[in-house]
């Protein structure tokens, strides 16, 4: 058993945890950063994020050269799938990620502890190593940046092989027939969107009326349409009450969500995505009296710190979107207000994207979030088919809507679906930090031919005056 001191102790190498530990090493803070897993990142470098994007972009490339280049004039033949090398190079790609974030914690200085922390007293934590032993680090500061982990289902027993999470379903060894999804969330399309491009059939089974329900309703209609237009079946209002595994594969026993006649599907894979829920186990927050909400997650003020005096917590662990760019602008301002300085984050302008093709991808308010809030707004919508880039491209499916206040024309919310939707939706959050009026964003030049140029035009629309259509 060996003690060290710290000015901060980081439990949890995630993207807000390794984030918040490098910069309260910036800010000359001694910064160690506990982490149980075998690698730097969390979930996002580890099963999350990057994995999922590795897969869609490569499983995106294969589906456009097996169906979308003969529109193009480029003729193949052949093309043939090999899963074990699209897994190798998603692999290095966490690989390297994971790796890049050890040598920057050494270029900063932090101490990497491997190992699993519990909070034993207000400023102690205490490590039970990975490699074995105790260490006990005293801190001035504790950040809790514990992440989350998928939300379980009765009667759908998580076994990784048939019946997967996102991580099962991120290390399939080969491609189902038929995956049933359960939950039309991010994780389902996105997982469904790979596994559906490399050859399955996929089902989506939502217990609510549509799918993606935070979103914007207009763009979450469309989006069900182009998706359903893919080849998914998407299953709304519908309940699942078990997922029995057989010899085969597995049967999924559903049933409409009021109550009613049940039926089987069956499939070779089931993929549970219900959500996450925030992760504190063997923390010892009861023991250090750190409060958590009615829905588990770890209370804090708009300083992220908990209800003790000196214990912090961000990212998944605490409310809002379980996102990881939410997660490191949050370490980044809670190691700030540890040093001292002011750090804050504008939970109003979060972006959030959906990486399926195309993507979907929102900023600020829904319209059915401004109607509920009795928000007097004006509504600017461009389609991509009248936007000239979109068409030379082949990617004219979806559009951009622009909210804006009616009185004082400020932007309250931006909605895209398009295939280039997730760098869009950077410019509105640009805009709406800034405070910008649709027409700002409609007297800014936009580069011709961009996908961007719908963002001009919709803006434009907002006053009743867009050019290409
Ligand atoms: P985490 O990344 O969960 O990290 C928490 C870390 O704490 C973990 O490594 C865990 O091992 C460690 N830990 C927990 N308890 C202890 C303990 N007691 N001691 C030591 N270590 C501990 N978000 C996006 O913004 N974009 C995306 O494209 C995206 N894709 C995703 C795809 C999938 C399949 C999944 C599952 C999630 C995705 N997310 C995405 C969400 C994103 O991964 C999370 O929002 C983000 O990782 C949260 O960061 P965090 O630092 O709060 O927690
Ligand atoms: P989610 O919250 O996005 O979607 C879950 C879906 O399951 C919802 O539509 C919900 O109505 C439905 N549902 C809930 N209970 C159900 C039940 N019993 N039966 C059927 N449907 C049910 O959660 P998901 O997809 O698990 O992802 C978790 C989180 O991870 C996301 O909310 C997001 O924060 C993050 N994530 C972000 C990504 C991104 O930024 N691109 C990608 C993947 C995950």
């Known amino acids: 058993m060996s003690d060290q001191s710290f000015d901060v102790v980081v439990i949890g190498a995630g993207p807000g945890g390794y984030v918040a530990a490098i910069r309260a090493a910036q800010l000359g803070l001694k910064t160690a950063c506990v982490e149980k897993r075998e690698t730097l990142g969390g979930t996002c470098l580890n099963i999350g994020c990057i994995p999922s994007k590795a897969l869609l972009h490569a499983s995106e490339l294969y589906d456009h050269t097996k169906h979308g280049l003969e529109n193009f004039g480029v003729k193949v033949s052949d093309v043939k799938l090999d899963l074990k090398a699209m897994m190798k ?66 009667g759908v027993k998580v076994d990784e092989k048939k019946i997967v999470s996102s991580t099962g379903a991120l290390a399939l060894a080969k491609v189902p027939k038929h ?26 089974v939502e217990f609510l009326d549509r799918i993606t329900p935070g979103l914007d309703q207009e763009v979450g209609k469309n989006f069900a349409r182009v998706l359903k237009k893919q080849g998914f079946e998407i299953k709304t209002s519908t309940k699942v009450v078990e997922a029995k595994s057989t010899k085969t594969g597995v049967t999924v026993v559903v049933e409409p969500a009021k109550g009613g006649d049940r039926e089987e599907i069956k499939c070779d894979v089931v993929l549970l995505s219900i959500g996450r829920f925030p992760y ?41 979107p379980m996102l990881a760019h939410k997660a490191e602008d949050e370490g980044v301002a809670c190691a700030e207000n540890i040093a001292g300085e002011v750090g804050q984050v504008n939970h109003d302008v979060i972006p959030a994207v959906v990486y399926t093709m195309p993507e979907v991808a929102s900023v600020g308010k829904t319209e059915e979030e401004l109607k509920e809030a009795g928000v007097d707004y004006k509504a600017g919508k461009f389609p991509f088919t009248a936007n000239a880039r979109a068409k030379a491209n082949g990617n004219t499916e979806g559009f951009v809507k622009i909210l ?57 629309a907002v006053h009743g005056r867009p050019i290409h259509i």
């Open 280 to 320: 504190t186990e063997a923390l010892g927050l009861d023991k250090a009296g750190v409060e958590l909400d009615e829905r588990g997650r770890v209370k804090v003020d708009h300083n992220f710190q908990t209800s003790v005096p000196g214990i912090w917590a961000i990212g998944d662990v605490i409310e809002g």
């Open 404 to 460: 804006a206040d009616a009185r004082t024309d400020r932007v309250l919310g931006v909605h895209i679906i398009g295939s280039d939707a997730g760098n869009m939706i950077a410019e509105a959050a640009l805009g709406m930090e800034f405070g910008a009026t649709a027409e700002d964003i409609a007297l800014t030049c936009h580069a011709h031919p961009t996908e961007a140029e719908a963002m001009k035009e919709a803006a434009l």
């Open 179 to 204: 995956l049933v999804v359960i939950g039309g969330g991010y994780i389902g399309l996105e997982m469904g969107s790979v596994w559906r491009r490399l050859g399955a059939d996929v089902t989506v």
């Open 89 to 154: 190079q998603k692999d290095e790609t966490v690989a390297s990620l994971t790796q890049g974030i050890a040598f920057l914690f050494k270029k900063n200085k932090v101490e990497h502890v491997a190992g699993t922390g519990t909070i034993t007293a207000k400023n102690t934590v205490e490590v039970a190593l990975n490699d074995g032993g105790k260490k006990t680090l005293k801190a001035k500061n504790i950040i809790i940046a514990t992440g989350s982990d998928s939300t379980p289902l009765d």
